[in-house]
């Protein structure tokens, strides 16, 4: 009887191995989970009411191009990896977020023209308000969401005008920049669409002092609608190319400090408080 109990024994327990390496083989590695590219990057697109249909189908197409263009595909090549990972949302307002191009690697120009075709697919998304803090927050998520694992992980966030709805703006940037996540703006000056009451003259300034950070990040202002392809490209090949050619942002050997901002006053509330002071109601607490 006890040699028996004794093989059920023995069989259990190779049952149960067998079964171990079963699940393992099947189950994935964390090293398949997490393929290697040189950059993660996210690009945020306003979408706000600010902005007319013409100008939201300027955006869409300038970025499709960018994507496509032969500098930017050899910044890519020249990489390390040789391809990044790219993410594609539209924002506006606090919970306005459409996720259009979910995380997708750009390793060739076929990819790169399969994600511009995602882009240019469907008319672009609208709504009202303006709050990039739920951007960041939204861009900040999707890096929890990658199966990727860059070099270098970047927020790229265009918009027409400052944070009036959600968070402070630059205390979300500041947490996300604390992570390890560099945020560079693409501020949009060009004075058009439906609602443009909350313009700010130095919209450059404001994205430089309360929504970008991180170290090398930076903005490129867009004063001309004309303009808007060639700054979309310029600054994807800044943010790839750094990746590739700046032992900075390397993990683990830092070469060079942070970019630090000169220490000069600005109100990161500017935006809210034009909310709050406007002398008409949209019918929007």
Same mark, same amino acid.
């Given at each position: 009887?006890?040699?028996?109990?004794?093989?059920?024994?023995?069989?259990?327990?190779?049952?149960?191995? +067998?079964?171990?390496?079963?699940?393992?083989?099947?189950?994935?590695?964390?090293?398949?989970?997490?393929?290697?590219?040189?950059?993660?990057?996210? +690009?945020?697109?306003?979408?706000?009411?600010?902005? %007319?249909?013409?100008? +939201?189908?300027?955006?869409?197409?300038?970025?499709?191009?960018?994507?496509?263009?032969?500098?930017?595909?050899?910044?890519?090549?020249?990489?390390?990896?040789?391809?990044?990972?790219?993410?594609?949302?539209?924002?506006?307002?606090?919970?306005?977020?459409?996720?259009?191009?979910? $995380?997708? !690697?750009?390793?060739?120009?076929?990819?790169?023209?399969?994600?511009?075709?995602?882009? %240019?697919?469907?008319?672009?998304?609208?709504?009202?308000?303006?709050?990039?803090?739920?951007?960041?927050?939204?861009?900040?998520?999707?890096?929890?969401?990658?199966?990727?694992?860059?070099? *270098?992980?970047?927020?790229?966030?265009?918009?027409?005008?400052?944070?009036?709805?959600?968070?402070?703006?630059?205390? !979300?940037?500041?947490?996300?920049?604390?992570?390890?996540?560099?945020?560079?703006?693409?501020?949009?000056?060009?004075?058009?669409?439906?609602?443009?009451?909350?313009?700010?003259?130095?919209?450059?300034?404001?994205?430089?002092?309360?929504?970008?950070?991180?170290?090398?990040?930076?903005?490129?202002? !867009?004063?001309?609608?004309?303009?808007?392809?060639?700054?979309?490209?310029? *600054?994807?090949?800044?943010?790839?190319?750094?990746?590739?050619?700046?032992?900075?942002?390397?993990?683990?050997?830092?070469?060079?400090?942070?970019?630090?901002?000169?220490?000069?006053?600005?109100?990161?509330?500017?935006?809210? *408080?034009? $909310?709050?002071?406007?002398?008409?109601? $949209?019918?929007?607490?």
């Amino acid at each position: 009887m006890e040699r028996r109990f004794t093989s059920l024994r023995l069989v259990n327990a190779a049952i149960a191995s +067998l079964g171990a390496c079963v699940l393992a083989a099947l189950a994935p590695s964390q090293s398949s989970a997490q393929e290697a590219v040189d950059v993660e990057l996210v +690009l945020a697109v306003d979408v706000s009411l600010s902005m %007319s249909h013409d100008e +939201l189908r300027i955006q869409r197409d300038g970025y499709a191009a960018a994507l496509t263009h032969d500098h930017v595909l050899n910044a890519i090549r020249d990489g390390l990896h040789g391809k990044i990972a790219v993410a594609y949302f539209e924002w506006a307002g606090e919970g306005s977020q459409y996720l259009v191009v979910p $995380w997708t !690697v750009i390793a060739s120009r076929a990819d790169a023209e399969a994600i511009a075709a995602r882009i %240019s697919a469907n008319p672009p998304n609208s709504a009202r308000r303006t709050s990039i803090s739920s951007g960041l927050r939204y861009a900040h998520d999707l890096f929890a969401e990658s199966a990727f694992r860059g070099t *270098k992980r970047v927020i790229d966030v265009s918009g027409d005008g400052p944070n009036n709805q959600g968070e402070w703006v630059n205390v !979300v940037r500041d947490e996300i920049v604390g992570r390890g996540i560099v945020i560079n703006g693409l501020p949009l000056m060009t004075r058009g669409g439906v609602a443009s009451g909350f313009d700010i003259a130095d919209l450059d300034r404001y994205y430089e002092h309360c929504v970008t950070g991180g170290p090398g990040s930076f903005v490129v202002p !867009v004063n001309d609608w004309q303009n808007f392809p060639e700054a979309v490209r310029r *600054k994807l090949v800044m943010e790839i190319a750094d990746s590739a050619t700046d032992p900075y942002f390397r993990r683990g050997t830092p070469s060079r400090p942070p970019v630090i901002r000169a220490a000069e006053a600005y109100d990161c509330q500017v935006g809210e *408080k034009r $909310w709050r002071g406007r002398s008409w109601d $949209w019918g929007t607490p």
